[in-house]
């Protein structure tokens, strides 16, 4: 098994651009969550999903976009980037009754200049 | 608003030398203390679950304990290899999934 995978694993943006980061995991997990990382202030849960067809917004939803159309992928879109959006993303997945034991994925390092 | 503190930000240990990180947490209807493993450039890596003032659990060399307030990740007869940035999680509920608010973590540097 691949475990959780992330697609592109680095990525420098111009300010106003767009893209979409994809999370892909072979595990057959329900969950799906994308977090974003930054220095000092830990793991902060931007969107996540409880199954095919459903997302909900996290701590910091504002200016992502995201999508659950296959069970085994969730993409992450910026519609228009901005410098604060430089971070680190990691997308996460578990299965139903492993509530807290998140499997995670190597992360993508974007850059918004 | 659910907090999670973790101390010291970073930790240098020679190897052999026992130490212990701290998970400091204030929340409301507490589900669970979770820690985790990140090495640089990975994902974080799920190590314990605790769900009770009192339970304990032991993996290898570190052994994570809880209280009502705090957690430790105790570390004995470090090794290189378990330098990484240790991170701690606690869960609630929110609509239909499960969440984790984390600490900012521990950086632990293992010397030879």
Redesign the interface.
């Known amino acids: 098994n691949a475990g959780?995978t992330q697609t592109p694993k680095f990525r420098v943006l111009k300010t106003g651009q767009s893209m979409t980061l994809l999370c892909a995991q072979d595990m057959n997990h329900e969950?799906m969550y994308w977090y974003r990382q930054d220095p000092?202030?830990?793991?902060?849960?931007i969107h996540?999903s409880?199954g095919e067809g459903t997302t909900?917004k996290?701590e910091v939803p504002d200016g992502y976009n995201v999508s659950r159309l296959k069970k085994q992928n969730f993409l992450l879109g910026l519609e228009s980037a901005a410098p604060s959006q430089t971070s680190v993303y990691?997308c996460?997945s578990h299965k139903t009754g492993a509530?807290?034991?998140?499997?995670?994925?190597?992360?993508t390092r974007l850059t918004v200049t | 608003e659910d907090q999670?503190t973790q101390s010291p930000e970073a930790l240098r240990l020679q190897e052999g030398e026992s130490s212990s990180l701290n998970c400091s947490y204030t929340v409301s209807g507490l589900?669970?203390l979770?820690w985790y493993r990140q090495d640089p450039?990975?994902?974080?890596?799920?190590l314990f679950?605790l769900y009770s003032a009192g339970e304990e659990k032991e993996k290898e060399r570190l052994k994570a304990t809880l209280t009502k307030k705090e957690s430790f990740l105790h570390i004995t007869a470090p090794k290189p290899e378990d330098s990484a940035t240790y991170?701690c999680?606690v869960?609630f509920s929110s609509?239909?999934?499960?969440?984790?608010t984390?600490?900012?973590?521990t950086q632990l540097t293992v010397l030879p």
């Open positions: 959780v969950y000092g202030m830990g793991l902060r849960l996540y409880v909900a996290g990691f996460a509530a807290y034991e998140q499997y995670f994925g190597p992360g | 999670v589900r669970g979770f450039g990975k994902g974080p890596e799920f679950t991170l999680a869960g609509g239909s999934a499960r969440q984790l984390f600490g900012s973590g």
